[in-house]
């Protein structure tokens, strides 16, 4: 082993251990079992110990559920097989673990594509990442979601370039947005994001039998879904819906869906802290009117109206069918009275909230932290978060720049497919109810890549990727 290869191994050794000793800090000073966890939690320790995929025991029979897909609780009930039942902490620890594949597979791919030097550029930009490494200290499933994207994206550009046909890569793409889907239904984004890119290169490979060269990425498509076979047919057998993947409210068949309420929301909700204080509150928590923004008003009349509501729901708070209604025709005058708002400011607001918003839900730092005369130090590190993340923003939006323009300014199909990820999601995030940041996540494995290009050590080695790929 020359020189410099053994450098390279030990600046990728440090990098990890780097990361890793970030990631298990946060797994010793900042782990949350609570909310989602303790829902997925359940529904494995149910499943492993019942054979019954649910939770909520009635009678000593755990009741099935639909709500989540089977991604995760299978990943918990793995863990507690080894680990034990309700073994939190080790769980984290792995997801610790997986979470340097999210780091090597960024790295791994910048590399091939614009050369050593980026390589390790992308290894330390993830490895320091703390918006990431923050999701291994919860048992939630973004830390697999992440690993999933980066492995797809690495898998695709090395089944391109090893000849984008029927080689191990294509089953390695193939099984990462099979588990992505399980785990979160709106993975199916990636699969469309990448699926045609694919189809695309191998009709370019073999342009005179484009059937042929086709064939194995339609395979490979098909086995995406088989997982999801068992899944839609138990739902059916179950509960006599047809339902693929999980629903959109997170709600069993039969159970209240409170729209009139989300329609109402939708017509002021921006930020995280209406998430958490109203939001998910609803339907079991009562809520405090002076919670809400003055946006939530357009006039003195509504106001009154909308404590009303509040006071008629939060002596036993539980969503009823005749609240939603209330809440839904005070929705409806919103809505008319300002139609540009609810259908495009408002969740331009809410999706630019999830990009640009410090990444600080997981601390113990008040929701509304621009109050800097309150608590200073919490305004302080928000501040420093929030620049901290614009700086992934901005870095990824040069790399994807110079990317582009070393290939002309047009965009090779690992590029098209990434881009077209993001938008997409995007434009899923644009109908979303509830601003949270943890959903712009999954955009990090790709500022990962692209922010290494920025980092490349000449326009050259930018313009032998764009030609390779």
């Given at each position: 082993?020359?020189?410099r290869?053994?450098?390279?191994?030990?600046?990728?050794a440090?990098?990890?251990?780097?990361?890793?000793?970030?990631r298990?800090?946060?797994?010793?000073?900042?782990?949350t079992?609570?909310?989602?966890?303790l829902?997925?939690?359940?529904?494995?320790?149910?499943?492993?110990?019942?054979?019954?995929?649910?939770?909520?025991?009635?009678?000593?029979?755990?009741?099935?559920?639909?709500?989540?897909?089977?991604?995760?609780?299978m990943?918990?009930?793995?863990?507690?097989?080894?680990?034990?039942?309700?073994?939190?902490?080790?769980?984290?620890i792995?997801?610790?673990?997986?979470?340097?594949?999210?780091?090597?597979?960024?790295?791994?791919?910048?590399?091939?594509?614009?050369?050593?030097?980026?390589?390790?550029?992308?290894?330390?930009?993830?490895?320091?990442?703390?918006?990431?490494?923050?999701?291994?200290?919860n048992?939630?499933?973004?830390?697999?979601?992440?690993?999933?994207?980066?492995?797809?994206?690495?898998?695709?550009?090395?089944?391109?370039?090893?000849?984008?046909?029927?080689?191990?890569?294509?089953?390695?793409?193939?099984?990462?947005?099979?588990?992505?889907?399980?785990?979160?239904?709106?993975?199916?984004?990636?699969?469309?994001?990448?699926?045609?890119?694919?189809?695309?290169?191998?009709?370019?490979?073999?342009?005179?039998?484009?059937?042929?060269?086709?064939?194995?990425?339609?395979?490979?498509?098909?086995?995406?879904?088989?997982?999801?076979?068992p899944?839609?047919?138990?739902?059916?057998?179950?509960?006599?819906?047809?339902?693929?993947?999980?629903?959109?409210?997170?709600?069993?068949?039969?159970?209240?869906?409170?729209?009139?309420?989300?329609?109402?929301?939708?017509?002021?909700?921006?930020?995280?802290?209406?998430?958490?204080?109203?939001?998910?509150?609803?339907?079991?928590?009562?809520?405090?009117?002076?919670d809400?923004?003055?946006?939530?008003?357009?006039?003195q009349?509504?106001?009154?109206?909308?404590?009303?509501?509040?006071?008629?729901?939060?002596?036993?708070?539980?969503?009823?069918?005749?609240?939603?209604?209330?809440?839904?025709?005070?929705?409806?005058?919103?809505?008319?009275?300002?139609?540009?708002?609810?259908?495009?400011?408002?969740?331009?607001?809410?999706?630019?909230?999830?990009?640009?918003?410090?990444?600080?839900?997981?601390?113990?730092?008040?929701?509304?932290?621009?109050?800097?005369?309150?608590?200073?130090?919490?305004?302080?590190?928000?501040?420093?978060?929030g620049?901290?993340?614009?700086g992934?923003?901005?870095?990824?939006?040069?790399?994807f720049?110079?990317?582009?323009?070393?290939?002309?300014?047009?965009?090779?199909?690992?590029?098209?497919?990434?881009?077209?990820?993001?938008?997409?999601?995007?434009?899923?995030?644009?109908?979303?109810?509830?601003?949270?940041?943890?959903?712009?996540?999954?955009?990090?494995?790709?500022?990962?890549?692209?922010?290494?290009a920025?980092?490349?050590?000449?326009?050259?080695?930018?313009?032998?990727?764009?030609?390779?790929?």
């Amino acid at each position: 082993m020359n020189a410099r290869r053994q450098a390279g191994w030990r600046g990728t050794a440090v990098a990890l251990l780097a990361a890793l000793l970030l990631r298990l800090w946060f797994v010793l000073h900042s782990a949350t079992v609570a909310g989602d966890t303790l829902i997925y939690g359940e529904i494995a320790r149910n499943w492993m110990q019942h054979g019954v995929y649910g939770f909520a025991l009635k009678n000593g029979i755990p009741q099935p559920t639909l709500i989540r897909l089977p991604g995760y609780p299978m990943f918990l009930a793995a863990c507690f097989r080894v680990f034990g039942p309700d073994s939190y902490t080790a769980v984290m620890i792995v997801q610790a673990l997986v979470d340097l594949g999210t780091c090597l597979l960024p790295a791994g791919l910048a590399g091939r594509l614009f050369g050593r030097r980026a390589r390790m550029a992308a290894l330390w930009i993830g490895a320091l990442c703390p918006f990431i490494a923050t999701y291994t200290a919860n048992a939630l499933t973004e830390t697999l979601t992440l690993f999933t994207i980066a492995l797809c994206f690495y898998g695709f550009e090395r089944w391109q370039a090893a000849g984008a046909n029927l080689n191990r890569w294509l089953w390695v793409v193939a099984l990462a947005l099979s588990y992505g889907i399980l785990l979160r239904p709106e993975q199916g984004l990636l699969a469309a994001a990448v699926v045609p890119a694919m189809l695309w290169i191998a009709v370019m490979r073999d342009p005179e039998r484009p059937l042929r060269a086709v064939a194995p990425v339609l395979a490979a498509s098909v086995c995406v879904l088989l997982p999801l076979v068992p899944w839609t047919l138990r739902n059916e057998r179950t509960f006599h819906v047809f339902e693929p993947l999980a629903p959109r409210y997170a709600t069993d068949p039969g159970e209240l869906i409170p729209l009139g309420f989300m329609r109402w929301y939708r017509t002021w909700a921006i930020d995280f802290a209406s998430t958490e204080n109203v939001y998910w509150n609803y339907d079991g928590t009562p809520i405090d009117v002076h919670d809400l923004p003055d946006r939530a008003f357009d006039t003195q009349s509504q106001y009154e109206r909308t404590a009303e509501l509040f006071n008629a729901y939060n002596p036993k708070p539980n969503a009823t069918a005749a609240l939603d209604l209330r809440f839904d025709a005070l929705a409806s005058e919103r809505i008319a009275a300002n139609p540009i708002r609810y259908y495009v400011t408002l969740p331009v607001a809410r999706l630019v909230n999830m990009l640009l918003r410090p990444r600080i839900e997981m601390f113990p730092i008040a929701l509304e932290w621009w109050r800097w005369n309150e608590h200073p130090a919490q305004t302080a590190f928000a501040l420093a978060y929030g620049a901290l993340n614009l700086g992934y923003v901005v870095l990824a939006y040069f790399g994807f720049i110079l990317w582009r323009r070393s290939n002309h300014a047009s965009l090779t199909p690992l590029a098209a497919s990434m881009l077209a990820f993001v938008l997409m999601r995007c434009a899923l995030l644009l109908t979303m109810d509830n601003s949270e940041p943890r959903y712009t996540l999954e955009f990090f494995p790709i500022a990962f890549v692209l922010a290494a290009a920025v980092f490349a050590r000449s326009s050259e080695s930018l313009q032998r990727s764009s030609r390779s790929a």
